[in-house]
């Protein structure tokens, strides 16, 4: 629910803009497409562009830049999904995803209680019993995007808005309002 908007002060908190920068692909954007200045020039991809998983009317290397907010938690395969990402990437480009982070936002509970479309969750570590569904922690994310030519260049946990003391409420979905509980991974092309 407008992901890319309540993203912003975490951006500029991080200065994740500095990667932003000429062709933009935003994955996954619908009706809340990332909002940069000029000279930037964003397109948005969403359902009726095509599977996200693959992009496949995109041409290779045509981006500076690859954004995606909330939305590879939805793919069904997430290597191929990268793959395909990182495979619209320019050489010296970066990608940013922001993902929900399955300690703070899912309550490490299986399958989502808050979303039932999830099909893969993201966090920065490990928890101590390896989940039976598809989950992705940094080192994964990391040999993912080496997979794929990407070097990881940033990690980080975003609680933005989130009250930590309701973590075990699990009948509220903070998010639902302006809080936000995502992991962003950051990788560059070489």
């Not at 080192?139 to 995007?145: I, P």
């Amino acid at each position: 629910m407008d992901e890319q908007t309540k993203s912003h002060a975490a951006r500029l908190r991080n200065n994740d803009y500095r990667y932003l920068r000429g062709d933009v692909l935003d994955v996954g954007c619908g009706p809340d497409p990332i909002k940069l200045p000029p000279p930037a020039r964003v397109t948005g991809w969403d359902t009726p562009d095509g599977d996200a998983q693959y992009l496949a009317s995109i041409p290779d290397g045509k981006f500076d830049a690859v954004v995606s907010s909330h939305c590879l938690e939805h793919m069904v395969d997430v290597p191929t999904s990268l793959k395909n990402w990182s495979r619209v990437l320019k050489e010296g480009g970066y990608m940013l995803i922001y993902v929900p982070s399955w300690t703070f936002y899912e309550r490490r509970q299986w399958p989502s209680p808050y979303n039932g479309d999830h099909k893969a969750s993201f966090d920065l570590l490990d928890p101590e019993v390896r989940p039976s569904h598809p989950f992705y922690g940094m080192r994964e994310m990391r040999e993912l995007g080496l997979a794929c030519g990407l070097t990881l260049v940033d990690a980080r946990l975003e609680l933005d808005k989130y009250k930590l003391h309701k973590t075990y409420d699990k009948g509220v979905d903070q998010t639902m309002g302006d809080a936000q509980a995502q992991v962003t991974f950051v990788f560059f092309k070489a």
